[in-house]
């Protein structure tokens, strides 16, 4: 069953293009601060100055290298992402395995637990945390994370009571093995290319969120962001510097959540037999912040 | 959702049990927790002044501004719309809200109905011509209008149409103390709502579009269709009334569940075209550490969620008989 997802996978062009394209933003957000020829906290430039063969893409209204400024806010967006998803991808893949597992009390605990932050908008926390206590990004990532694993869980509960109902679980049952035997030599790996739908989905959300808090302002305003970038640039529409300033930001967010987009959505497309319901709700939840 | 029940007992009534208890906790946690938050408006309004306060006086300040009361009559005074007097606005927070409102309904009320309207349209003839060049076109552009996050879009068409062409307004939701008739107020509030609606558009309608595509494609399969076009029926009749309406399911939850967030999925726009929604109202707000207007604007939307949420269940019902006959 897997070996034939993988091979759906490698012909899909939206899959193969998507992936491609994270493999270099990923890259480029690993190994950014080594290309970056100055320091994005250096003052020392003549402000505004258009671009040349020194400053790439020009300096900014504080004299700083846009260029190396934006490889910085690549890699601070991508990593809230990349932090923000695999926290939620742990905690609701565990959640979701466990309470379709175990069912009953537990399982009635978390899905209620589940339902109530389904309705707390996730942003409206973030925000007002962002705003009253400035924590550090890591701790806005997880905060996230922890608003964004119920439909997670949801969808590999939805997964897990399918699959207690198959013979070679029941067997597994049969032969003596305990909850967590189970749920980490069969349940985990028979859903895997599951998980990958909610983490992309996710870490979308992560980073467009954390674009959107940039924006508004409410990072450190030392800390480079996608975001910020943006909204610094706005304010000097009034002189030629959108091509070199306003518009790279928006190329560099845009393309990386395009590329998770592709991912997602062929992966949603590839995998969408086996999981009717799971999928759809994923699609409907990804987007509502 | 799909707890197994032991008993044939009214499900709606657990449901609505259940998310009485969440709205209960949800009030609850909007009373406790801007209690708990460090700083507050005294606090915020004297940060950048010179003025040094003494400790009395700034607890004399403290308790003219603060409205603090019990849960009981906060309660209350949550139904009687009493929601206390903003000192940042200087203006009740019901008045505020309720001015606020009408413009983040209208925006994204409109842009919500036409964005779902048109990917139900498009999706269901796209499924319709499946295989051919029209579908993986749509296709293709609507996944990469996916991936444009509307912070992009919005900043892009406001560069472009307002700051350099001029055609549209940049800020504001029509034109201060201006004179006229109904007619030409209409037009102007139209004016202003073209960039903001169009970003949203934007990022809504491939969302739904692609949503629909797919469940059409499941639907197409079964039987009933082959039936349906055996007996003749019209082709629209066939694609509307037997596959679309099957299809509905998941693109009326997505409706949904939008209009449920409507506060926070407008807040990046309304600020990029600063459009005096609620959006931008909280993010003012919390600028100024205005906490009854934080609570009502974070209470009122999760209420809004709850109860969407809620009457979503027998809406199911009523679209899908499956569903309404289920166990």
Known sequence: MHVKILRDLRRNRWFLTGLSLIGFFFVLAMIGPSLAPFDPQDFSFNPLSPPAFKHLLGVNDGGQDIFSELLYSLRNTVLFGLLSGSAALVIGVLIGAFSGWLGGFPDAVFMRLADILLAIPAIMILIIVAAVFRPSPSVLALILAFMTWPTISKAIRAQTLGLKESLHVKAAVQMGGGNWHIIRRHLLPEMFPLYLIGFAAKTRMAMFMEASLAFLGLFDPGRKSLGMMISYALKYYYLDIWWNWLLPPILCLSFVIMAITFVAISLENVLDPRLKEGSLKETVMEKTL | ?327
């Not at chain 2, 700083?39 to 004297?46: E, I, K, Q």
């Not at chain 2, 009740?92 to 036409?114: C, D, M, Q, R």
């Not at chain 2, 552009?141 to 992009?152: K, Q, W």
């Not at chain 2, 309304?270 to 205005?290: C, H, K, V």
């Open chain 2, 1 to 327: 959702m799909d707890a197994v029940p032991r008993k044939p007992k009214p499900r709606w009534l657990l449901g609505v049990v259940s998310f009485l208890a969440a709205a209960l906790v949800m009030i609850y946690l909007s009373y406790a927790l801007p209690r708990i938050l460090p700083g507050d408006f005294v606090t915020a309004a004297y940060a950048g002044s010179h003025v040094t306060l003494t400790a009395e006086q700034e607890a004399s300040l403290q308790s003219l501004y603060s409205q603090d009361t019990g849960f009981g009559s906060y309660l209350l005074r949550l139904v009687t719309l009493d929601w206390g007097y903003s000192h940042a606005f200087l203006a009740p927070v019901s008045e505020l809200f309720l001015g606020a409102l009408p413009w983040t309904l209208l925006l994204l009320g409109t842009a919500n109905l036409i964005a779902m309207s048109a990917g139900f349209v498009t999706g269901v003839e796209a499924a319709w011509r499946h295989g051919t060049r029209t579908e993986k076109g749509l296709i293709a552009g609507a996944t990469v209008l996916e991936g444009i996050p509307e912070i992009c879009t919005g900043v892009v068409l406001l560069f472009i149409f307002a700051l350099k062409l001029q055609w549209f307004p940049a800020a504001g939701a029509e034109t201060a103390y201006a004179e006229g008739g109904l007619f030409t107020r209409v037009i102007d509030v139209l004016h202003h709502l073209a960039l903001p609606l169009c970003t949203l558009i934007l990022a809504y309608l491939p969302g739904n579009f692609l949503l629909t595509r797919n469940s059409m494609m499941m639907v197409m399969k079964a039987p009933y269709m082959v039936t349906a076009r055996a007996k003749g029926v019209p082709p629209r009749r066939v694609r509307y009334v037997h596959a679309a309406r099957n299809a509905l399911l998941p693109v009326v939850t997505r409706f949904g569940l939008r209009l449920a967030f409507m506060i926070t999925g407008a807040l990046v726009v309304e600020r990029i075209n600063s459009y005096p929604g609620l959006g931008t109202l909280l993010f003012n707000a919390i600028q100024s550490r205005d906490l009854p207007v934080i609570q009502a604007v974070v209470l009122f939307s999760s209420l809004i969620v709850l109860a969407v949420i809620l009457s979503m269940e027998g809406l199911y019902r009523m679209i899908d008989p499956r569903i309404r006959h289920a166990r």
